[in-house]
């Protein structure tokens, strides 16, 4: 969300921020609005003042004995009464319409971001590793888990549709087991608090990290009840990014408490609106899968280095698992909505040969914190400022799971367990096939 009075005070750099997204100027639009807005609460104030005055004078007109005045004046008073309420519904339909059309609009991108118009401008940070040297043909992790009996879509889509994964015995508790590796590491050496979030929310919490209005139909929601008709409504959370970003809501905070690092091992829900045809087999793009999210409260002086941090926290955990990764710098085109700079670590998957992405970090600056109103008071200041907000997957843990599953895999079928992830797979070493 921005703010309509830094958009009239540059409205041609804001301009210039869209164009690097492939937009039209919006600025002209917004201000227009705004003015429309502006002269609305101008007249309203008018006709308050004029009511007013008009009372005292209707004081001073019975004082005088003068009906007639006091009725012509009570006759005024009794319009403006009405003209004034017609001017507040008014100016709550030009706010409206303003917020509306400021909500609609993306986050304008730092000036090293690169520009282009999708994930083909993007450009590669760094790499770590190499990929690993199989001497036999590598097979795809749904190849794989099937093989071993623990990996069951067939059922999934008995009990639930397209996108959907039954896993079973080991499989099972290596995917509990990379979230915990992965949830300990952050709360244990990169100071993360760990926290168990709602897996439901209300709009207000989806309009705050930027979900809504614009992206409803990628998500699913959720009614009380047999029938929608008056019917409280909540959303299944997308990521941990939403519960967790809007701990903050409506708050101010002292400077002393930033910044706030939080984490959580949780569940997803996206309907993937988007994605027909793409990632049909597999675990890459399903409707539910889990995630460890990490999401970050700073000052704004503090958030491009909080980004730097947040990014080596991720790469640590594939450095532990020694997994081949990659560090991507997404482009204007490619980078979510409420991002001003996005890294993607995109791993390496010789089943597909290819690499695929298995987090996203981003910098939003005080784009969501507008949307929920989340604030801060600088040490020794009366006035508040917003607070600049960031989120990364710690990771996916699904897509981890792939990665383990088609990097560690065997000649036989059967899939090494990391060493980092022994410990929470009760020493299992090899994960067999089943039965």
Same mark, same amino acid.
């Given at each position: 969300m921005f703010?309509?009075?830094?958009?009239?005070?540059?409205?041609?750099?804001?301009?210039?921020g869209l164009a690097k997204r492939g937009l039209e100027p919006q600025s002209a639009h917004l201000i227009e609005i705004d003015e429309r807005r502006r002269r609305v609460i101008t007249s309203l104030q008018e006709m308050q003042q004029q009511r007013n005055d008009?009372?005292?004078?209707?004081?001073?007109?019975?004082?005088?004995?003068?009906?007639?005045?006091?009725?012509?004046?009570m006759d005024e008073v009794s319009s403006l009464k009405a003209r004034i309420q017609a001017g507040e519904e008014e100016e709550r339909a030009a706010n409206a319409e303003l917020e509306a059309a400021l909500a609609s609009i993306p986050n304008i991108p730092l000036d090293d971001?690169?520009?282009?118009?999708?994930e083909s401008a993007n450009v590669v940070r760094r790499e770590h590793g190499r990929a690993r040297d199989l001497n036999f043909e590598p097979k795809e992790h749904f190849d794989l888990g099937e093989g071993l009996g623990l990996m069951d879509f067939e059922t999934a889509a008995k009990l639930s549709g397209s996108r959907f994964t039954v896993l079973k015995g080991p499989l099972a508790r290596l995917e &509990?087991?990379?979230?915990?590796?992965?949830?300990? $590491?952050?709360?244990?050496?990169?100071? %993360?608090?760990?926290v168990m979030p709602p897996l439901m929310v209300r709009d207000d919490a989806m309009f705050g990290t930027a979900q809504l209005p614009k992206f409803a139909d990628d998500q699913f929601a959720t009614f009380k009840g047999q029938s929608r008709d008056d019917q409280?409504?909540?959303?299944?959370?997308?990521?941990?990014?939403?519960?967790?970003?809007?701990?903050? &809501?409506?708050?101010?905070?002292?400077?002393?408490? $930033?910044?706030?690092?939080?984490?959580? %091992?949780t569940a997803c829900f996206r309907a993937e609106a988007g994605a027909a045809g793409r990632d049909t087999r597999g675990m890459i793009r399903q409707h539910q899968f889990s995630k460890v999210e990490l999401v970050s409260i700073t000052t704004p002086d503090a958030s491009l280095d909080e980004h730097e941090r947040m990014l080596s926290c991720a790469e640590e955990v594939l450095k532990r698992l020694d997994l081949h990764y990659r560090v991507m710098t997404l482009s204007t085109g490619d980078m979510g909505f409420a991002s001003r700079k996005t890294y993607d670590i995109e791993v390496w998957l010789p089943g597909q040969n290819a690499y695929r992405e298995i987090s996203s970090c981003s910098v939003c600056g005080d784009f969501q914190a507008r949307r929920m109103n989340a604030r801060y008071r600088?040490?020794?200041?009366?006035?508040?400022?917003?607070?600049?907000?960031?989120?990364?997957?710690?990771?996916a843990v699904g897509r981890t799971l792939v990665a383990v599953m088609?990097?560690?895999?065997?000649?036989?079928?059967?899939?090494?367990?990391?060493?980092?992830?022994?410990?929470?797979?009760?020493g299992l070493e090899v994960i067999a096939p089943h039965g």
């Open positions: 703010d309509i009075k830094a958009i009239r005070d540059d409205a041609q750099g804001f301009d210039a008009a009372s005292k004078q209707i004081g001073q007109a019975k004082a005088k004995k003068d009906e007639d005045l006091a009725k012509k004046l971001v690169p520009v282009g118009p999708d &509990r087991a990379i979230g915990n590796f992965m949830v300990d $590491l952050h709360t244990t050496e990169f100071g %993360y608090e760990e409280e409504k909540y959303w299944l959370i997308p990521t941990a990014e939403v519960p967790l970003t809007n701990l903050v &809501r409506e708050s101010i905070l002292a400077e002393e408490e $930033l910044p706030k690092r939080f984490t959580a %091992y600088p040490k020794g200041e009366k006035n508040t400022r917003f607070v600049h907000t960031l989120n990364g997957s710690g990771l088609e990097n560690y895999q065997q000649a036989d079928g059967s899939i090494a367990v990391p060493a980092v992830l022994q410990p929470y797979m009760g």
